[in-house]
């Protein structure tokens, strides 16, 4: 039965894809059209390609990805064997960031360490089913003397931000490093606490950012904790001991990604694992070749992208800052890129 649901599943997402790629306009470019082009580290997108081209099924992705292992020049091996389309599906370009939190936190509770990560209760492996909300878990304490508990930290708006992301590392006193990924939640949609800030007054929209929303829990703790509460979505982890620390998280090719050069995208446009060159304005304008290696589930349409910007605090002020236009162009390899513009052509 299992199977046949996954089955099911697939084919659905399939059609899916099919239905919006055949809505979409494909415009076939040259690289000379790519503003900045010539000036990027070209090596630095090749070596980020190949960390999950393997991956890649088609034949004409795994005939460049064979091309790449050898190449010795990165700018001419994307040259010569992909061209830029743009894709378009009504919609405008919509660059956001997001980064891997680093968090400060123990194997132990103690009086600092108070707040904790669960694992995935037994009794939801493998199911999609409503659980208990946010506030019935933290108020109850309905996870409690299970030994769920991977680790305990200090901030539970950090937390709470954490389950947002779906990954993190976790720093102990010793100096290790506890890495944790998503695996699984209580089935609540999530709520937007920035929104429920604006919708009761407390600040402008302008205004709201991750750190006005920390800030502001922080300095009214119980108010606080019943605002984050607001979100009844309720994310359990898994810890990750396969990954040393100077590797970023795994993304949706279950691969390591790159801060600057790795990029969430839709996969109902663009292919996991597919380079693009991105041209995103605003406050920090940047062009650059990425590679679409990540996926999100607010990360929809052809010219929609969350930008990794890395690890730590850092980090997080960097993608907690990006919300720009843009346009993205998917480097296809050639045969693909003239037969998608074909399809469009006129």
């Known amino acids: 039965m299992r199977h046949a649901v996954l089955a099911a599943s697939l084919m659905a997402n399939m059609a899916l894809t099919e239905m919006a790629q055949a809505e979409a306009h494909y415009t076939l470019l040259e690289f000379k059209d790519l503003p900045g082009w010539a000036a990027d580290d070209h090596d630095a997108a090749l070596s980020v390609f190949l960390n999950t081209c393997g991956d890649m099924r088609e034949p004409e992705w795994k005939s460049v990805c064979n091309v790449a292992q050898q190449t010795k020049d990165a700018r001419i091996f994307f040259e010569l064997f992909f061209r830029p389309v743009k894709i378009d599906d009504g919609d405008p370009g919509l660059f956001t960031g997001y980064f891997e939190p680093e968090l400060m936190g123990s194997r132990l509770q103690t009086d600092r360490f108070r707040y904790p990560l669960y694992a995935m209760p037994p009794e939801l492996r493998g199911k999609n089913e409503l659980w208990y909300?946010?506030?019935?878990?933290?108020?109850r304490g309905i996870l409690r003397g299970r030994d769920l508990e991977i680790a305990w930290v200090e901030d539970p708006v950090e937390l709470f931000f954490l389950q947002i992301q779906g990954s993190g590392r976790i720093r102990l006193p010793d100096?290790?490093?506890?890495r944790v990924g998503y695996a699984g939640k209580n089935g609540h949609n999530y709520r937007s606490v920035g929104q429920e800030m604006i919708r009761r007054g407390i600040y402008e929209p302008h205004q709201v950012s991750a750190k006005v929303i920390q800030n502001w829990v922080r300095r009214n703790p119980e108010d606080g904790r019943r605002l984050l509460q607001h979100n009844p979505s309720y994310?359990?982890?898994?810890?990750?001991?396969?990954?040393?620390?100077?590797?970023?998280?795994?993304?949706?090719?279950?691969?390591?990604?790159?801060?600057?050069?790795?990029?969430?995208?839709d996969p109902a446009f663009v292919p996991l694992g597919a380079p693009v060159w991105i041209q995103k304005?605003?406050?920090?304008?940047?062009?650059?070749?990425?590679?679409a290696q990540d996926t999100g589930s607010a990360i929809k349409g052809a010219q929609r992208a969350d930008i990794f910007y890395g690890t730590g605090e850092e980090a997080g002020r960097a993608a907690g800052s990006?919300?720009?236009?843009?346009?993205?162009?998917?480097?296809?390899p050639i045969q693909r890129a003239l037969a998608l513009a074909g399809n469009t052509a006129g």
């Open 175 to 178: 100096g290790n490093t506890v």
């Open 281 to 291: 304005g605003g406050r920090d304008p940047l062009l650059r070749l990425m590679i």
């Open 235 to 265: 994310v359990f982890f898994r810890e990750l001991d396969d990954l040393g620390p100077e590797f970023g998280p795994r993304g949706a090719m279950n691969r390591s990604i790159t801060g600057g050069r790795s990029i969430a995208v």
């Open 322 to 332: 990006v919300r720009d236009p843009g346009r993205m162009y998917v480097l296809m």
């Open 133 to 139: 909300s946010r506030a019935e878990i933290e108020n």
